[in-house]
Structure formats: structure tokens, C-alpha cells
T-cell receptor, first 110, second 115 residues
């Protein structure tokens, strides 16, 4: 499985945008980029995914570099509830497996 | 929709005892995944099923672990005999089998402590 690299931790303030980076220099052409997050004492939850184009949904935006070797998850206006561990995961288009790394622990200051 | 249901939520047992964790996937989902999360190893996929058939069990640590899915609405993960190093949070997740649907839905987890 192609690997991803994320910062161990990040901190931001409530109501400000947050940009969570992910490097995936060995990504293959058939790998989708997925983001999940895990709130304290809960199971992971899906945030967003993309292949080549930038994506938006009600939770976040995903910006994918033109060469696809990196991506950024954007929370447009962070709330305290967004404090979680965020995982960037590559999944082959034909595969079912999600391989979780260590993720980025996001702290939101009031 | 009730989401993925796992039971028990907490389990404390003594080394050597048999432990059975249970999972009810979301109705209509035909893929089911078992994960284990520890501080040391993070979140690991143990096994997954498609249409009740085990597809990939390469993550199952050893023969003490076994998983079954007797029907579309129920799966078990059994550890026999249990050891202290099995202490972890075990998550079950399910996913629809529809083309183009990528999202896995996770349950709340079972926190297992083996003393």
C-alpha cells in the first residue's frame, strides 16, 4: 500500500480555517485519497475522498495537488467539535481495504 | 438508521478465557470489516467479509483469533485463549456494495481488557 505522511499534531482556533496537509509521493494512478477522522472515544468517520479534482462536501474541502503527490483537507470554520485525529488514506480503486497511519491530532482552541 | 451496533461496549476478562465480540452491520451493507486499535500499533484491519464470505484475513494476528459472518446481519470476532496483549479497542465497520460508494461506517467499538 502506498504510504502517506502527516504532521503528528496541529492546533488552531475556533471559527478559523484549518488546513491539514498530507504527502503521498508514491501514489499510483488508481489510488483514491480518503480522509477519515476519529473523535475522542468514537470510531472513525468518513470525511471526504477524491481522485484528481478538488472536492467539497458539507464537512470539508479536499484540495489535491496537480501531480497528486500531496493533498490538503480544509475545514473552513473550525468548531470545538472538530477536535479529532484526522487520517489521510490511499485506497486503490479496486480495493476495499483502508490502511490507517498515525494521523494528525487536531486541537481547537476556544 | 441505528448505525453499526457492537456488543459488548466494554469487556474485562482474565487471561486464558474465551472472548466473543459481536457486530451488527447497517442493514443492506454487504461488506463488513473488523479493526483493532492500540496505542502502539494504531488502527489495523484484521479481516473483512463481502457477502458473508471472508475475503482477506491477512491481518488476523494468529490462530487464537477467528471471525465468522453466519448471515448478512451478524458477525463475531472470537479470541481463544485471550492474552493481555489482546487488550485493545475493536471496531466493526460496514459498507454498501454499491459501485462508487466508498464510505465505511464504523461502530462505537468494544474496549477489551485482558488481565
Amino acid at each position: 500500500d502506498a504510504k502517506t505522511t502527516q504532521p503528528n499534531s496541529m492546533e488552531s482556533n475556533e471559527e478559523e480555517p484549518v488546513h491539514l496537509p498530507c504527502n503521498h509521493s508514491t501514489i499510483s494512478g488508481t489510488d483514491y485519497i480518503h480522509w477519515y477522522r476519529q473523535l475522542p472515544s468514537q470510531g472513525p468517520e468518513y470525511v471526504i475522498h477524491g481522485l484528481t479534482s478538488n472536492v467539497n462536501n458539507r464537512m470539508a474541502s479536499l484540495a489535491i495537488a496537480e501531480d497528486r503527490k500531496s493533498s490538503t483537507l480544509i475545514l473552513h470554520r473550525a468548531t470545538l467539535r472538530d477536535a479529532a485525529v484526522y487520517y489521510c488514506i490511499l485506497r486503490d480503486v479496486l480495493g476495499q481495504k483502508l490502511v490507517f497511519g498515525q494521523g494528525t491530532r487536531l486541537t481547537i482552541n476556544p | 438508521d441505528a448505525g453499526v451496533i457492537q456488543s459488548p461496549r466494554h469487556e474485562v476478562t482474565e487471561m486464558g478465557q474465551e472472548v466473543t465480540l459481536r457486530c451488527k452491520p447497517i442493514s443492506g451493507h454487504n461488506s463488513l470489516f473488523w479493526y483493532r486499535q492500540t496505542m502502539m500499533r494504531g488502527l489495523e484491519l484484521l479481516i473483512y467479509f463481502n457477502n458473508n464470505v471472508p475475503i482477506d484475513d491477512s491481518g488476523m494476528p494468529e490462530d487464537r483469533f477467528s471471525a465468522k459472518m453466519p448471515n448478512a446481519s451478524f458477525s463475531t470476532l472470537k479470541i481463544q485463549p485471550s492474552e493481555p496483549r489482546d487488550s485493545a479497542v475493536y471496531f466493526c465497520a460496514s459498507k454498501p456494495g454499491l459501485a462508487g460508494v466508498f464510505e465505511q461506517y464504523f461502530g462505537p467499538g468494544t474496549r477489551l481488557t485482558v488481565t
